[in-house]
C-alpha cells in the first residue's frame, strides 16, 4: 500500500470530543503507512467555557443558520491532498457547531474535500439528527462523498442529560450530583471506538477508501433512538423561526432581551409541550409506525446501525 494521508479536523471545547477522535482513529494514527494531520479548528474569537446562559443562548440563531464566523489560519497546507477527510463535531442547537459550520464554508474544505471520502464522527448530548443533515449538504457542497457517521451520545437517559449536560456546560463540573449519571459520552463507548479506526485502518490497507462506499458497517456506528425523532424536528423549526427574527436585531440589549423572552417560552414550551409530544408520540405510534422505522432507516445511512460480530 502507498502510504495514505487523512486529514482529522475537530472542534472540542472540554477535550472530550478530541479524546473520542483520537481513541477512534488511534490504529490509524499508529500505522506507520498513515499519517493523519489533525486540524484543530480555533475561532478568531473563542467561545468561552464554561458558558453563562445569555453567551449561550446567543449562539443559537448563527449556528442554526450555519452563519460563517472567522477562524485562525489552518495548520495545514492549502494545496495538500488527502485520502480521506474526517470531520469531529459537537452538536450546537441541532445544528453543527459554528467553528465547523465555517470551516465547511472555507476555500481549504473546497480544496480538501473535493472528490474525497468523508467520515463525520459527533459526540454530542443525544440530539444529531438534524445537524446531520446540514453536515450532508455542507459536505455536498465541498463536493466531498459521504461515506460514515459515527455518533456518541451522552450516557444518562434523556431526561437526566436534559439537566446534567447543561449543568456541564455552565458549571464546566463533570462530576456526578445526586442520583444522576455524569454527563458526557460513557468512558467505555469512547475505548470500544477503536474498532472503527481498525476498520478505516484496513480498508485504507486495502485501497477500499477509493470505492467512496461506507467502510464501517456492521460496527453499529450509529442508534436513532425513534423516540428522539419527532421532537427533535419540531424542536428546530422553533429554533428556525426565533433564529430568523433574533438575527435581525443587531443592538445586543434588544437581543438580549428578546433572549431572555425566549429563554422563559423555551421553559414553558418544555414544561407544557413534552408531556403532550409524549401522549401524542404514543397515540399515534401504531399509525406512524412503518413510517417511523423509515426514518430512522434513512438517519442512520450510511454506516447504519447493525452490529454484525467480527471475525
Ligand atoms: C452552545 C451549545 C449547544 C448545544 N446544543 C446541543 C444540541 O442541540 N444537541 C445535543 O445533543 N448536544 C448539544 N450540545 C452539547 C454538545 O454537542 C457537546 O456534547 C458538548 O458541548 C461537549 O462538547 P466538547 O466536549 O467537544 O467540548 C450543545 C453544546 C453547546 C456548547
Given at each position: ?23 477512534s482513529?488511534s490504529p ?120 460514515d457517521?459515527v ?38 463507548k469512547?475505548a470500544e471506538s477503536t474498532k472503527f479506526g481498525e476498520a478505516i485502518k484496513n480498508a485504507l490497507r486495502a485501497?477500499k ?5 461506507s467502510l464501517l458497517k456492521g460496527l453499529g456506528a450509529v ?80 454506516s447504519g446501525s447493525q452490529i454484525i460480530a467480527q471475525g
Amino acid at each position: 500500500m502507498a502510504g495514505k494521508k487523512v486529514l482529522a479536523v475537530f472542534y472540542s471545547q472540554t477535550g472530550q470530543l478530541e479524546e473520542v477522535l483520537k481513541y477512534s482513529i488511534s490504529p490509524l494514527i499508529k500505522d506507520k503507512l498513515v499519517s493523519v494531520t489533525f486540524l484543530n479548528l480555533e475561532p478568531k474569537t473563542p467561545f468561552p467555557f464554561p458558558w453563562k446562559v445569555l453567551d449561550f443562548l446567543n449562539v443559537f440563531p448563527e449556528s442554526v443558520y450555519c452563519d460563517k464566523i472567522e477562524l485562525n489560519e489552518f495548520n495545514a497546507e492549502k494545496s495538500a491532498e488527502f485520502d480521506l477527510v474526517i470531520i469531529a463535531y459537537q452538536v450546537w442547537f441541532l445544528s453543527p457547531s459554528l467553528p465547523i459550520s465555517s470551516f465547511l464554508q472555507s476555500d481549504e474544505a473546497k480544496i480538501w474535500l473535493k472528490n474525497k471520502p468523508v467520515i463525520t464522527i459527533i459526540a454530542c448530548r443525544n440530539m444529531w439528527l438534524m445537524a446531520q443533515e446540514k453536515m450532508k449538504k455542507l459536505i455536498l457542497k465541498n463536493s466531498g462523498v459521504l461515506c460514515d457517521n459515527v455518533a456518541f451520545v451522552d450516557g444518562g437517559n434523556s431526561y437526566e442529560t436534559f439537566i446534567t449536560t447543561p449543568r456541564w456546560l455552565l458549571t464546566g463540573s463533570k462530576e456526578k450530583f445526586w442520583f444522576f449519571s455524569p454527563p458526557g459520552v460513557d468512558k467505555r463507548k469512547i475505548a470500544e471506538s477503536t474498532k472503527f479506526g481498525e476498520a478505516i485502518k484496513n480498508a485504507l490497507r486495502a485501497d477500499k477508501e477509493k470505492e467512496k462506499k461506507s467502510l464501517l458497517k456492521g460496527l453499529g456506528a450509529v442508534h436513532v433512538d425513534e423516540k428522539l425523532m419527532m421532537s427533535e424536528k419540531m424542536g428546530h423549526r422553533g429554533f428556525l423561526i426565533w433564529g430568523r427574527l433574533l438575527r435581525k436585531i443587531k443592538n445586543s440589549k434588544i437581543r438580549k432581551a428578546v433572549l431572555c423572552f425566549y429563554l422563559v417560552f423555551l421553559i414553558c414550551m418544555i414544561i407544557v409541550g413534552l408531556p403532550v409530544i409524549i401522549i401524542l408520540r404514543a397515540l399515534l405510534y401504531p399509525l406512524l409506525k412503518k413510517s417511523l422505522k423509515k426514518q430512522k432507516a434513512y438517519y442512520e445511512e450510511p454506516s447504519g446501525s447493525q452490529i454484525i460480530a467480527q471475525g
